[in-house]
């Protein structure tokens, strides 16, 4: 048949010279049909890569729109970048009280109040503490241990000259002297370092590194006042430690031991007890040490712990800068108690307008301190450094009995 090929022939057998002749004419009109078909298919693809310009030949495309926008004008070189909002700003409306912690400025409002008033202070804190006087040695001569504090030049006192600068404030005032520092490191790191710089900090003079341990102490901000060891009343049951100064000892050996005292460091502006309940009752023991303590620029603070204590009728005779704590904060050491004395002691500088209370280093204490002072100002009430009831301020209660 003429469809026969090559392909359809049975296996060992050969075609005729007509039979060949056959197969050819009937494949040409075939191959004529698929040659031409394959050119118009070439033709076709040329002319459509021509005039569509796909380079990718078939390849999947995809296709985005690009929205053009300006460029946003360039801000001129010589103003500042705004600063950044703070995380806790930017999260969206808060409450006033949520707003002021988180920028840190204080807001006080008429009346001392929380709701708004009709006048709203706004007080912004300073960048940092006031910095206190560099130690001066023309206020120190060398003793028998060391350096101990002296009256300058014009009777310049170390009182004057190392105290915080007075803030010059008026209105309800608290002085807080917190004692026992220095001995634990713990706790004196921690006081430093969580309690405002309005607070005096008194050393006792039995810790290690006390030089510098008080100049840390001094760079935040806060007075430093020296404890000096003196008796009780059940000595030598209770004993403060060496170098107590004795109600029966010679007064050169009192001297002798005040002056052990102040030689632990410098840069103190006065001397506080110790213990010394007995001490601080008995004028013949006693009044020759604050004769020393003033005759050196110094003042003295009763710690308010003993009720026998006469350093108010001694100051006024010797003239010595002196105070006395009216309330100790922590005499019931439970944070309830302590607490409660700190609201007393709110109480007290409303009516009166200065109070100086006391308090020890305990791990607590200073806790229940930081916690209370941190809205002490929108309650209408300030902190100031224990040298304002010693040397005395326009406008405040004097809670020394005489200044010289």
């Known amino acids: 048949m003429a469809s026969d090929d090559i392909l359809t022939q049975p296996l060992g057998t050969k075609?005729?010279?007509r039979e060949r002749l056959a197969a050819v004419t009937a494949l040409r009109p075939t191959s004529r049909i698929m040659g031409g078909a394959l050119v118009l298919s070439l033709v076709a693809g040329v002319s459509a890569l021509a005039v569509m310009g796909d380079p990718h030949?078939?390849?999947p495309v995809a296709v985005a729109a690009i929205a053009l926008r300006e460029a946003a004008p360039a801000a001129p070189m010589a103003e500042k970048a705004p600063e950044k909002?703070?995380?806790k700003l930017a999260a969206g409306p808060r409450s006033a009280d949520a707003v002021e912690?988180?920028?840190?400025?204080?807001?006080?409002r008429a009346g001392g109040g929380?709701?708004?008033?009709d006048a709203v202070v706004i007080r912004v804190p300073d960048a940092g503490p006031p910095k206190l006087a560099a130690l001066d040695p023309r206020l120190a001569e060398r003793g028998r241990y060391g350096n101990v504090p002296r009256l300058g030049d014009g009777r310049t006192r170390v009182l004057d000259v190392y105290a915080r600068p007075d803030p010059g404030v008026t209105g309800p005032r608290i002085a807080i002297l917190m004692t026992g520092l220095g001995i634990g490191q713990a706790a004196t790191v921690s006081a430093i370092t969580k309690l405002p710089p309005e607070i005096s900090f008194a050393f006792a003079p039995y810790g290690s590194d006390l030089e510098r341990t008080v100049a840390r102490a001094r760079e935040a901000g806060h007075e430093a006042l020296l404890q000096v060891p003196?008796?009780?009343f059940d000595y030598p049951d209770s004993d403060p430690g060496p170098q107590t100064l004795l109600t029966a000892a010679r007064l050169p050996e009192n001297i002798d031991r005040l002056s052990w005292a102040m030689s632990r460091f410098a840069g103190f502006i006065g001397v506080v007890n110790y213990m010394g309940a007995k001490l601080t009752s008995e004028a013949a023991a006693f009044e020759p040490m604050l004769r020393e303590i003033a005759g050196r620029g110094l003042g003295y603070v009763?710690?308010?712990t003993s009720p026998r204590s006469i350093v108010t009728a001694l100051g006024a005779k010797v003239k010595v800068p002196n105070a006395r704590a009216e309330i100790v904060l922590d005499a019931l050491p439970r944070p309830e108690a302590i607490d409660r004395e700190l609201a007393r002691a709110e109480a007290q500088a409303r009516t009166k307008g200065l109070v100086l209370v006391s308090a020890t280093a305990m791990p607590m204490t200073i806790d229940r301190i930081a916690r209370w002072s941190r809205d002490l100002e929108a309650r209408g009430i300030r902190l100031v450094p224990v040298s304002v009831t010693l040397r005395g301020a326009p406008g405040t209660t004097r809670l020394s009995s005489a200044t010289p």
């Open 114 to 117: 929380q709701a708004p008033g």
């Open 57 to 59: 030949g078939g390849e």
């Open 230 to 232: 003196m008796e009780p």
């Open 15 to 17: 075609r005729t010279s």
């Open 101 to 108: 912690t988180a920028s840190g400025v204080t807001v006080v």
């Open 302 to 304: 009763d710690d308010g």
């Open 85 to 87: 909002i703070p995380e």
